[in-house]
């Protein structure tokens, strides 16, 4: 027994050695062949320096250096030094001095050295046989996955329009850090996949807006209530492009030309915000004119400043406004925000609470399906301050949303759902929701009043009832 298990712990001992020396044996030969197929071939060397002659920095020479970085080979070069990235936790590679990265490009197998012997450069050695076929393509391939890497790492910021211009123009900037994901955001889940799809072709259409000698550009209207969620998409939307955010204050445009001039100082890769048009439009409180907003919006400015821009912009109520701003072009995509239906309320309970059932769900359920309602905003506001609690918090919603519904049914507005699918209401029906207190003014003791309550309040569940329409508010024109 002694013997046979001694035999077998030799054995493997041997299997070990002889698996370690193949695959050496092996990465020996591949070398070897690779030594044999460079001798076979004239080669051609392309360099990268990183200065210029006037000793400027090269901009190619970065952009290889972030590709390099890229390739999985990198991990096969014999020394590669150890950084680490923007997070904590990333590790990021990158070859040492006079060490050698292969990549294959269109069956193309090129390499790289970083020469540091005299002054930094990148030395690309290419087959002279494969140069005419894959260079040009190679070195395009290189700026587009090198720019496609630098626009996900860098840091995305938001723009104001400050009242005076100083040397840095009418924009101040600060680094955008909004926590609001697509993920975050409770709407319907086939609304939230269409404005992905939407967004991340609009990314891919560089090619097919030039053919059209279109602008590379597309806009959205977030209409909806107060509190539903529409300046948190704009800040999902630009995280989840990774674009900067121009947020254009109106009331701080002086006129048509300035509101033309700020367009011009922006950059590409940007979401450019105008929240609550339908209130400056309504009130005029801002000193741009219809045709100032109508050249803004699809003017001969925009096809003169930087492109793949996102135009967002914001009301409560579009249908006082006047179509010549909602025309398609000038806005592209309309995505309506409503009020809290049941669905759009499990998703916030679930985020906010950590709940994916209770038992009284089955009542909110009966009581949204009774027209109450409130905005995701309140209710997410009362799951908050509840947070240790899910019964009170649901209690807590229970109660606001009856009382809601009593409000409405007192001045006569009976409660509705703005849930449903049906997006053409009529103007007034879509001003119910702020009128009947909810977010009113008056609505503020009520409210306290009843946070002081939620723990003295036992609900009896009711019967279960079917589930509740689902908005499908996204409309392209
Ligand atoms: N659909 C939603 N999903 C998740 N959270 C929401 C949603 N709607 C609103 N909230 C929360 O409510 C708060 C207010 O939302 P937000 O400012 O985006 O609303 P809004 O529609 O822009 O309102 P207003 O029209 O008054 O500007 C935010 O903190 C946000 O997290
Ligand atoms: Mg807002």
Same mark, same amino acid.
């Given at each position: ?83 680490? *990235? &923007?997070? #904590? ?8 001095? %006079?060490?050698? @990265?292969? /990549? $294959?490009? +269109? ?121 539903? *969620? &529409?300046? #948190? ?8 492009? %990774?674009?900067? @955010?121009? /947020? $254009?204050? +109106? ?134 301050? %509840? ?6 918090? +649901? ?83």
């Amino acid at each position: 027994m002694f013997l046979l298990l001694l035999f077998l712990i030799l054995s493997s001992f041997v299997l070990v050695r002889l698996f370690l020396y193949r695959t050496a044996l092996i990465y020996g030969l591949k070398k070897w062949a690779h030594w044999v197929e460079d001798r076979i071939h004239v080669h051609q060397y392309l360099k990268v320096p990183e200065l210029n002659d006037n000793s400027q920095e090269n901009q190619f020479y970065n952009k290889v250096s972030t590709y390099l970085k890229s390739l999985p080979s990198i991990e096969d070069s014999d020394f590669t030094n150890l950084f680490s *990235g &923007k997070k #904590s936790s990333d590790i990021v590679l990158t070859l040492d001095g %006079n060490q050698t @990265v292969h /990549d $294959v490009f +269109l069956g193309a197998r090129v390499s790289w050295k970083n020469d540091v012997v005299e002054r930094k450069t990148f030395v690309l050695r290419i087959k002279k046989k494969d140069k005419r076929r894959v260079l040009r393509s190679y070195l395009q391939h290189i700026h587009t996955i090198a720019d496609d890497i630098e626009q996900r790492c860098r840091e995305v910021r938001l723009f104001i329009n400050a009242a005076q211009a100083d040397c840095n123009g009418r924009w101040r900037s600060v680094p955008f850090t909004h926590p609001s994901t697509l993920e975050s955001i409770a709407m319907d889940s086939d609304l939230k996949n269409k404005v992905k799809s939407d967004l991340e072709s609009f990314l891919k259409s560089k090619q097919y807006y030039n053919r059209l000698g279109r602008v590379w550009k597309r806009s959205y209207l977030l209409y909806g209530p107060s509190g539903t *969620g &529409k300046s #948190s998409f704009i800040a999902a939307m630009a995280k989840f492009l %990774n674009y900067d @955010v121009y /947020d $254009v204050d +109106l009331s701080r445009v002086f006129d048509d030309s300035d509101l033309k001039m700020l367009l011009l100082q922006t950059t590409a890769k940007s979401v450019i915000v105008v929240e609550d048009l339908d209130r400056f439009i309504s009130e005029r409180s801002t000193a741009v004119s219809l045709t100032g907003l109508l050249n803004f919006m699809d003017g001969i400015v925009n096809s003169c400043c930087a492109d793949e821009k996102l135009f967002v912009f914001t009301m409560n109520n579009k249908e006082q406004i006047d179509p010549v701003i909602l025309r398609p072009g000038r806005i592209d995509v309309h995505i309506h925000f409503p009020l809290c239906n049941f669905n759009s309320f499990k998703t916030l309970a679930s985020s906010y609470l950590g709940l994916k059932d209770h038992k009284l769900f089955p009542q909110v359920e009966e009581i949204f399906q009774s027209g109450a309602t409130m905005s995701p905003a309140e209710i997410g506001e009362i799951m908050i301050v %509840n947070r240790s609690s899910p019964s009170r918090a +649901l209690k807590t919603v229970i109660t606001a949303l009856q009382t809601n519904g009593a409000a409405a049914a007192a001045t006569g507005k009976v409660g509705r759902r703005l849930s449903d699918g049906s997006s053409a209401r009529p103007a007034e029906e879509e001003s119910v929701g702020e009128s009947s207190g909810l977010l009113g003014k008056d609505s503020l003791p009520a409210m306290k009043e009843l946070r002081k309550l939620y723990g003295r309040l036992r609900m009896k569940s009711s019967k279960q009832v079917g589930p509740s329409d689902q908005d499908s508010g996204l409309i392209e024109r």
